[in-house]
């Protein structure tokens, strides 16, 4: 019997929280231990600045931006 050939394997990371695709066609991500809209915002966006675009799409779940908390669903523009 001969053994499986893995050579084409690519090994890859994923974030604490996994982005996924969303019904609306747009991503979700689902909050981590520690994360903050900034942090989100820099390994979504590439920019802690951008955390507004986070904020504004999910006013609704989010009261206080410096407030969210593990397991929260947030929709990213």
Do not use: C, H
Not at 8 to 35: C, F, I, L, W
Request: zero cysteines; charged letters at 25%; hydrophobic letters at 30%.
């Amino acid at each position: 019997m001969p053994t499986p050939d893995f050579s084409n394997v690519q090994g890859g990371s994923a974030s604490t929280a996994p982005s996924e695709t969303g019904n609306n066609g747009g991503r979700t991500y689902v909050v981590a231990k520690g994360d903050s809209l900034s942090a989100i915002a820099k390994r979504e966006y590439g920019n802690a600045k951008e955390w507004r675009r986070i904020y504004d799409a999910n006013k609704d779940v989010i009261k206080d931006p410096d407030l969210i908390y593990p397991g929260q669903t947030l929709r990213l523009p």
